[in-house]
């Protein structure tokens, strides 16, 4: 991209201007940039010093038609760069600019800049028509649509350093009525703001007091707000939305530091459930039951009036007492929250806008797959389960999983995801989530190659296991469709955890029970991991920053945003080839390609893909025709042995076509035999 705008560049440079006055004395040539060639540089993601040194660089070449860049005009080719990277944020609409600011009053950040959501809005409306028609179509007269808020905290340099002095919070938010594609897409979810945590730490309230902030510019203001109504622009006509909050979107964490919770490590571990006691607190009594328990009808869900009642009856009892005497520590890890003044909580005012346990939504992400569910169940299932029945040690299914061949987004396997020291004490296996799931499938197809039978217990259990996490990575709105099934398998999963674990069995595993209810609840099944893939962004831009930090990062968040619209990229569209060619084919016009977009993710010629009626291919080549965009893969269809659905002979191959919106899986394979492939039937086909 930085080429491209380059050579831009080189088209849009001229040599004439007086406005610099050093410039005319010296008669060295100034480079009058174009504003919008301006903004495609600082988008392409480069300091603007290296941008500014390349430039010298080539015109010290001669590559830039004669223009001269050195010492004398370095400094007001810099200023341009750094006016152009604001161009987006100072953008008027009918909602003020873009980005905006809000008081704080903290040393050192005094002034928060956020991206107006209202503005956000209107302009992107007005310069791509593809998100205003996605806008219009998901509107039902009568019926607002839903806002879901997410906080998390990331270090965009060096994690190990001791003061922490640059991690931050990104803030961003979403509309959970938006298309699953839309959703899966981290462009899709707008940054409201950055803050750095030791000024966040400096606030009354801490998160709390700020997302209070938050939800009033959302809901709350005088002037403009998402309960009034927002005006949409649109090529088929102009309306207007209005929208209710649905929740924050948070790991535990990040559920605890926005309501004061005490968290899942706390004696209470949940904050929806009154009597589910945390096991390492001793012994439940009456209708307390342990995290482990796998009944429903035994958990007793808080009321949201209950929440605020514990807050103020520790508030009164705080101003009573004047301070935290022991008494009151003891009533607060009784009733399971900290009292925390200037919290969200305690903001009266904003109580008709956020209910505490039903705005409380669960990623599966960090419940599941960091230090969670499936890898505490990986590690069970090698340390009590094959080692102690089978013999079977990880090294094995490490080599296994060697000779497995992956989707080509994915990557290979790394031999070290299954090293014997990922193994911990803490009765988990150490993994990025990305990787644990590619580690589930793989061990699933393990377990059914060898040891089935040996084990079955185990390895019913573990098919629990692999079925919840198929279902869960289906997407925003196709996991919906197996809600049910997926809340009969987590309650039949955690019985059969407990009852071949025992106590090996962590917090987070009654937590899954909530995943299903905040589904219910938003309509959506919403996770971390297109958040996650957010943060690069967010640490792209901030990486080499050191001076005026949440204000530069913000301004070159915002330019990227816009840029990649106006350079043409139309993120909006649901399905699309990947760098497509003009093909003609029985004088049909098509677009060809080796890769494609798809509602299932990126697939690549050579990945082995699987449709909802259970047929099986390798993807050979990627076509879209021309007059209606009906994407369809060319594929070596495999037929089924002896009807084995996850039996397959490539012996007996024949050429077919899939139309993309029937896929449902790409698949991790191996050869069973010279002529045979194996995988595990995914979970959509349940």
């Not at 849009?12 to 610099?20: G, H, R, V």
């Not at 040690?393 to 090293?419: H, M, R, T």
Request: aromatic fraction near 10%.
């Amino acid at each position: 991209m930085l080429v491209r705008t380059l050579v831009l560049f080189g088209l849009s440079t001229m040599s004439s201007s007086s406005s610099n006055l050093e410039l005319a004395k010296t008669g060295c040539k100034q480079v009058n940039l174009d504003s919008k060639v301006a903004r495609s540089l600082v988008a392409t993601g480069s300091t603007k010093r290296a941008t500014t040194e390349i430039l010298k660089k080539l015109s010290q070449a001669g590559m830039l038609k004669g223009i001269v860049i050195d010492e004398t005009n370095e400094r007001s080719l810099k200023r341009k760069l750094t006016e152009a990277a604001s161009g987006h944020s100072n953008v008027n609409t009918p909602y003020g600019p873009i980005v905006q600011f809000m008081e704080l009053g903290i040393p050192g950040c005094e002034h928060l800049e956020f991206v107006n959501p209202f503005a956000f809005l209107y302009y992107l409306s007005a310069i791509s028509a593809g998100f205003a028609e996605m806008m219009k179509s998901i509107c039902v007269p009568g019926r607002p649509l839903r806002i879901i808020i997410y906080a998390d905290g990331l270090e965009p340099g060096n994690p190990f350093r001791h003061d922490l002095a640059r991690h931050l919070m990104s803030i961003y938010w979403c509309i959970a009525d938006w298309p699953q594609y839309v959703l899966q897409r981290s462009f899709a979810w707008p940054v409201f703001s950055i803050i750095r945590t030791k000024f966040l730490n400096q606030l009354e309230g801490g998160l709390g007091r700020l997302m209070s902030m938050i939800l009033r510019i959302f809901f709350k203001s005088k002037d403009h707000s998402f309960s009034t109504g927002v005006h949409i622009n649109c090529p088929t006509g102009d309306y207007v939305i209005t929208a209710i909050f649905a929740g924050f979107l948070a790991d535990l964490v990040g559920h605890k530091e926005i309501t004061e919770w005490k968290g899942h490590g706390g004696l209470f571990c949940c904050l929806t459930c009154s009597s589910v006691r945390n096991m390492l607190w001793g012994t439940p009594h009456g209708l307390q039951v342990n995290t482990n328990c796998h009944k429903r009808k035994k958990f007793i869900i808080r009321k949201n009036e209950d929440v605020f009642k514990i807050v103020d009856d520790l508030h009164r009892d705080f101003m009573r007492l004047g301070k935290k005497t022991t008494p009151f520590k003891n009533k607060e890890r009784d009733e399971g929250f900290t009292y925390t003044p200037g919290g969200l909580l305690l903001d009266k005012e904003i109580r008709d806008v956020y209910k505490p346990v039903d705005h409380c939504i669960r990623d599966w992400q960090h419940i599941v797959c960091q230090d969670g569910v499936a890898n505490t169940h990986v590690y069970n299932l090698f340390e009590h389960g094959l080692k102690e029945k089978c013999g079977i040690d990880i090294k094995q299914v490490q080599e296994f999983s060697q000779i497995c061949k992956y989707p080509s987004n994915w990557g290979k396997l790394d031999e070290s995801a299954l090293d014997e020291k990922r193994l911990k004490k803490g009765a988990t296996i150490a993994s990025f989530s990305s990787t644990i799931l590619t580690i589930v499938t793989v061990v699933m197809m393990f377990l059914e190659k060898f040891v089935k039978e040996c084990v079955p217990d185990h390895f019913d259990a573990f098919q629990m296991l692999y079925h919840i996490v198929g279902i869960l990575r289906m997407g925003a709105e196709d996991a919906m469709r197996h809600v049910e099934t997926l809340k009969i398998l987590i309650a039949d999963h955690m019985a059969a955890c407990v009852r071949l674990y025992g106590t090996y069995v962590k917090p987070k595993g009654h937590h899954m029970f909530h995943i299903v209810e905040g589904m219910l609840w938003v309509g959506r099944l919403l996770s971390c991991f297109v958040t996650e893939r957010k943060h690069r962004e967010i640490k792209q831009c901030s990486v080499n920053v050191y001076r005026h930090f949440e204000h530069t990062v913000l301004s070159d968040v915002v330019t990227q945003a816009f840029e990649q619209i106006l350079d043409g990229h139309d993120v909006y569209t649901e399905e699309f080839l990947i760098c497509p060619k003009e093909v003609t084919l029985s004088f049909i016009a098509f677009r060809a390609a080796n890769r494609c977009v798809t509602r299932v993710g990126i697939i690549s010629a050579g990945d082995l893909i699987i449709n909802s009626v259970g047929d099986v291919g390798k993807v050979v080549k990627v076509f879209q025709r021309v007059c209606d965009d009906l994407i369809f893969l060319e594929v070596d269809a495999y037929p089924c042995v002896d009807g084995q659905v996850s039996c397959r002979s490539i012996d007996r191959q024949y050429r077919d076509f899939f139309v993309s919106k029937s896929i449902i899986d790409v698949l991790i394979w191996y050869f069973d035999s010279p002529a045979i492939i194996r995988f595990s039937v995914p979970a959509a086909l349940l």
